[in-house]
């Protein structure tokens, strides 16, 4: 017996039969060759000539290897079901680089070699003549250029005179020894615990440092800068003991202190960070947990900064020189051949952009992205960054390792236009800025929703992820962002492991920023609807800065053991269930006019100045030089509750139902082993039982005073922070204080990287 199917049915079957088979998978392998057809047994040779063919639906797989090239997509997906996917072939290893490998070098003199290219080699775009500028940058007194060299994947310094580059290594320039160099700490005392206390003063041998007054009587040690130490002969543990007490102040962003047995490079047997502690005489006593030890022992002190540049002890320099036809560079190579080692130049001033606006609905999965000759990206101008997305909408990039970006790595930024990098310094300029944006299509229709997740970024001296008005509506999530800014050569005022400007309804969640030069997120104009919840940091500048930004925005279940925890220059934030260690900076007023906006919108409401205040601190946990008295001066109504105070933290003035134990040291510390991050230290059941404290939600939290808006998801539902630090769900009854849910109290041990 025969079945009739209906017309139409034939009809519909056929279109997605046909619709399937429009679905290709092309393959590029570095055996291929770019007239193939692009299939698995005749692969494409460029991931370009594959971009090239790829359509809405199609799937471009890249097998190992390294790829020297520029991947500009000539266009985008569809929408999000219907989009366009770059991804490393599952397990193999994949490298998209802007860099090229150069041989012929000849020695020159000392460890000095020079090779000469020719210009042809770099297109239209020399990084050796392309000097880093624009708003907002700073060069020290010195030109950069957005080239640079690399010794098997590890960059060199660019030196300013050829003349430095020609000498002897280690012979160090002034503006190399200065960076990263401020005082970190001041030193009284040191005590083994049960032992004797030993003045700082008594050692026996030292590497820099000065001795200074103590406020608490005789001398301290002071003026401590990055690689300093002291050694002590005979520090007698006893029968033994894994503590030695330290008495230390910080009026900087703090320091840490290795403990060492019989050298500065010996048996490393504990590590102790010291955090801003207010002024250079606000002492506080800090225990360092070390290896058990037992009988007298040479111990020293050896000094680190949380932020200086990893500046090796015979750094590696290098300067180029640019005629009409050629460019040739000197390096110094420290005992090395680089004929007969992996020796590359930046030639490309990205991996992987657009070079046209509006390439929606891209998926970048799995490579290894690194070695580009970006330059400075402000949010007046185009972002350019290792990998970009133009003023797109729709991009999903994770799962990438991205490395080495002489300004930035990721980019979310704006489109370029004639009036790129002249607004500096003025808030008028940028207002302007955005009216430009608008008429070219600013809004949730057309720009942003990007997904940026999973990637490891590291080695950007501007930016890990930078967005200009083009991350409205993103969430950026389970990064590792560390080593941004590092090497301080140059400054300005957009370096953070994230900085975002117009952060409309973004959220960044779950990721591990750590050891950048800067801030670890800074949030810029218009962070309205933001969340920033459930991240990681430590061994940052200032791990969280609001500038200007009106509300209402959350900031909910984050853990920061930065020196300064946050730099409040905004208003409307709603700060819940927080780990803060760090201490608080706020500033009272500033006056510029900056931009608030309707309701999950990028339409523009109003212009309104930045008095200090109208901020919510509810259930959050701190401890230290966490005070919320800075807030006591603002000049808005403050909103702050159910605090919980240790180790000589203090409650704002008009904070209601605060817990203070001042003498609790919860003793917070990271420990790495096994190739995770676990945090450390000590809780107690009594903070839920002494104080019952309510959910914070929607209702609670009320409505930002400058746009009058309230708390919500960026979906417009009524917020509840009904999940902890690692997504577990809260007693609502009465929510335990800080990121994790943890009533029970007693030691803590929790892997906070990466997340169970």
């Not at 207010?278 to 002190?301: H, N, S, Y």
């Not at 750094?315 to 090395?336: H, M, S």
């Not at 998926?363 to 350019?384: N, S």
């Not at 200009?468 to 957009?494: K, P, W």
Request: net charge negative; with cysteine.
């Amino acid at each position: 017996m025969k079945t009739a199917f209906p017309a139409c049915l034939l009809s519909l079957t056929a279109a997605l039969c046909l619709n399937a088979a429009a679905d290709r998978e092309y393959h590029v392998a570095v055996t291929g060759n770019d007239t193939n057809d692009g299939s698995a047994a005749a692969p494409l040779r460029t991931i370009s000539a594959a971009a090239a063919l790829a359509q809405p639906g199609d799937t471009v797989t890249v097998h190992e290897g390294v790829y020297r090239e520029w991947v500009n997509p000539p266009r985008g997906g569809e929408s999000d079901a219907k989009r366009i996917t770059y991804q490393a072939a599952p397990g193999e290893k994949v490298a998209v680089t802007g860099s090229e490998v150069v041989t012929g070098w000849e020695k020159v003199q000392n460890d000095t070699w020079k090779v000469t290219v020719p210009n042809s080699l770099f297109g239209d775009y020399n990084p050796y003549a392309d000097l880093i500028r624009g708003d907002w940058f700073t060069p020290k007194g010195r030109e950069h250029h957005t080239g640079a060299v690399y010794l098997d994947g590890e960059w060199l310094i660019e030196a300013a005179t050829l003349d430095e580059a020609l000498a002897p290594v280690g012979t160090i320039p002034a503006w190399l020894q200065q960076a990263g160099l401020d005082y970190l700490l001041n030193v009284a005392w040191l005590q083994p615990k049960g032992g004797d206390k030993i003045p700082v003063t008594a050692f026996t041998a030292k590497n820099g440092t000065q001795n200074a007054p103590c406020s608490e009587g005789g001398e301290c040690v002071g003026f401590i800068q990055h690689g300093h130490w002291l050694k002590y002969e005979g520090v007698d543990f006893g029968k033994g003991t894994s503590v030695l007490d330290i008495r230390a102040a910080s009026a900087s962003s703090g320091g840490i202190i290795e403990l060492r047995l019989d050298a500065p490079d010996g048996a490393l047997i504990g590590t102790r960070p010291v955090p801003n502690t207010g002024e250079w005489q606000d002492w506080r006593t800090f225990k360092a947990d070390i290896t058990p030890q037992e009988g007298k022992k040479t111990v020293f002190l050896v000094f680190k900064s949380r932020n200086a540049r990893p500046v090796e002890a015979e750094p590696r320099l290098w300067k180029a020189q640019v005629d009409a036809d050629t460019t040739t560079i000197w390096a110094q190579f420290t005992n090395v051949n680089p004929n007969e080692r992996l020796t590359e130049i930046n030639v490309r001033r990205a991996v992987f952009y657009p070079m046209e606006t509006g390439r929606n609905y891209l998926t970048v999965r799995g490579f290894t992205l690194c070695q580009a000759a970006t330059q400075w990206a402000p949010p007046t101008a185009e972002q350019i960054a290792i990998i970009g997305t133009n003023w797109s909408k729709g991009w999903v990039i994770e799962n990438n390792t991205i490395s080495h970006s002489v300004c930035c790595g990721v980019a979310l930024g704006k489109h370029g236009d004639e009036f790129d990098n002249t607004s500096a310094d003025t808030a008028e300029g940028y207002v302007k800025t955005i009216e430009r944006a608008t008429a070219r299509g600013w809004s949730g229709e057309n720009i942003g929703h990007h997904i940026v997740r999973d990637n490891h970024i590291s080695h950007c001296e501007q930016t890990g992820i930078v967005g200009s008005l083009g991350a409205v509506f993103s969430t950026i999530t389970n990064n590792h962002i560390h080593d941004i800014h590092i090497r301080a050569l140059f400054t300005g005022a957009e370096m953070a492991g994230i900085k975002l400007h117009g952060a409309i309804d973004v959220v960044i969640k779950d990721n591990r920023i750590h050891r950048n030069g800067s801030f670890g997120i800074w949030l810029d104009w218009m962070a309205q609807g933001a969340r920033v919840t459930s991240n990681l940091l430590y061994d940052n500048p200032i791990d969280l800065f609001m500038e200007v930004d009106h509300g209402p925005f959350v900031v909910d279940n984050n853990v920061f053991l930065s020196g300064t925890s946050l730099l409040d220059v905004s208003r409307g934030g709603a700060y819940a269930h927080n780990l803060f260690t760090g201490d608080f900076r706020m500033h009272e007023y500033d006056a510029r006019l900056t931009p608030f906006h309707k309701a999950h919108s990028t339409e523009v409401a109003g212009l309104h100045d930045n008095p200090a205040g109208d901020d919510r601190f509810l259930n959050n946990l701190l401890t230290g030089r966490a005070s919320l008295r800075v807030y006591d001066k603002a000049r808005l109504p403050m909103f702050i509750e159910d605090n919980v105070h240790l180790d000589g933290a203090r409650p704002a003035k008009a904070e209601k139902n605060p817990l203070v134990v001042k003498d609790f040291d919860p003793a917070f510390r990271l420990v790495e082993k096994d190739g995770a991050v676990w945090l450390e230290g000590k809780m107690d059941a009594a903070w839920a039982k002494e104080n019952a404290r309510k959910p914070v939600t929607t209702e609670r939290l009320g409505k930002a005073v400058v746009p009058d808006l309230p708390y919500e998801n960026r979906d417009g539902s009524p917020l509840t922070v009904d999940t902890d630090h690692f997504g577990a769900k809260r007693n609502l009854d009465n929510p335990f204080p800080g990121p994790f849910e943890l009533p029970q109290g007693g030691d803590l041990s929790v892997k906070v990287w990466p997340k169970q």
